[in-house]
């Protein structure tokens, strides 16, 4: 892992998606807490409540997970990726606020594009964290704590989870092209990791925990694809409000509300019409360039803090008629 890498990415950016009904995943992701961005007779670009003009990618198709994009830190850098051996030549993005890209495919045959110069938008709300009187550190001081009813506040894509034949290999690529740091990784056996959370280098500034969680296959019947795709909400109560409006709208709950232990955030995941777990999270560890991955053997104990266990279905696509 000393390779110097092509490029450092900066972020995740949105997935690509495929289903076979764009009604029906617009009217899904609605009750997620996103709203329409753009949408044409084969494709949806929805987005949420932050600048990004669009977090949520979706193709007209067999059900399918197509690939995800990575955000860049400067020309520069998408013109060093389009140079290297197997990524396609710079292109226009056909999609709200434009941009750039190259793109290529992961070793499981994933589309990977790397994207710069998408224009942001002003954010459709206000996305500051409700105001909490907490231990010795009170912040709200004569105002009282209302939480309107309705979707959560998602302010941006957040991260993304892959099942992968070859979790060694997976790192090794993604290290080598785009950077990715390893946060922590779950072994089998000392050098034997069997599911390894990365992040971003962004060198002294803090990146989350985890842009993408590589997890071994062999966890999800030997099929590679997606594991699941990851929201960020604006806080605590944006978990727990949001959680009631999908209840309320009858939609699949998967596993939540529960605070994980690798990454710590509070989660709730949900699974849309086809099965795609799709994730609400907040309050994840943040951690800059210089912290050091850690090692935890396979079997640690419960992967949440608090909440519900892992249901046997996590991690992959199973349409609700199905499970
Ligand atoms: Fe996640």
């Keep these: 892992m000393t390779t110097e890498p092509v490029i450092r990415a900066q972020d995740v950016a949105y997935p690509h998606l495929q289903v076979p009904d764009l009604d029906a995943i617009e009217a899904f992701l609605m009750d997620f807490g996103m709203t329409r961005a753009d949408r044409r007779a084969d494709v949806l670009h929805m987005r949420g409540s932050g600048s990004a003009p669009f977090v949520h990618l979706i193709h007209q198709g067999a059900p399918a997970f197509l690939g ?150 062999m966890g999800s019947g030997g099929i590679a694809g997606l594991n699941h795709l990851s929201w960020e909400v604006c806080d605590i109560d944006d978990v727990h409000a949001g959680r009631e409006y999908l209840t309320a709208r009858r939609r699949t709950p998967e596993w939540g509300i529960g605070r994980h232990l690798l990454g710590s955030q509070v989660f709730d995941y949900w699974r849309d019409p086809w099965g795609h777990i799709h994730e609400h999270w907040t309050d994840g560890d943040q951690l800059d360039a210089s912290v050091l991955p850690g090692d935890h053997p396979i079997g640690l104990g419960r992967v949440s803090q608090w909440g519900p266990d892992m249901p046997e279905t996590f991690g992959r696509t199973i349409a609700p008629a199905e499970a």
């Design 68 to 217: 995800f994009a990575f955000t860049l830190a400067s020309r520069d850098d998408l013109d060093r990726l389009a140079a290297t051996e197997g990524f396609t030549p710079v292109e226009a993005l056909d999609s709200p606020g434009g941009g750039w890209k190259t793109s290529t495919r992961d070793p499981d045959g994933n589309l990977v594009e790397a994207v710069f110069g998408i224009s942001p938008l002003a954010p459709l709300a206000d996305l500051s964290p409700r105001l909490l009187n907490m231990g010795n550190d009170f912040r709200r001081i004569g105002a009282v704590q209302r939480i309107k009813a309705g979707p959560s506040r998602i302010k941006r894509f957040g991260h993304l989870a892959l099942n992968v034949a070859n979790v060694p290999a997976s790192l090794a690529w993604y290290h080598q092209r785009f950077g990715l740091l390893q946060s922590d990784r779950v072994n089998l056996a000392p050098g034997q990791p069997v599911a390894a959370f990365t992040r971003c280098d962004r060198g002294a500034e803090p990146a989350d925990h985890h842009s993408i969680l590589f997890a071994s296959s």
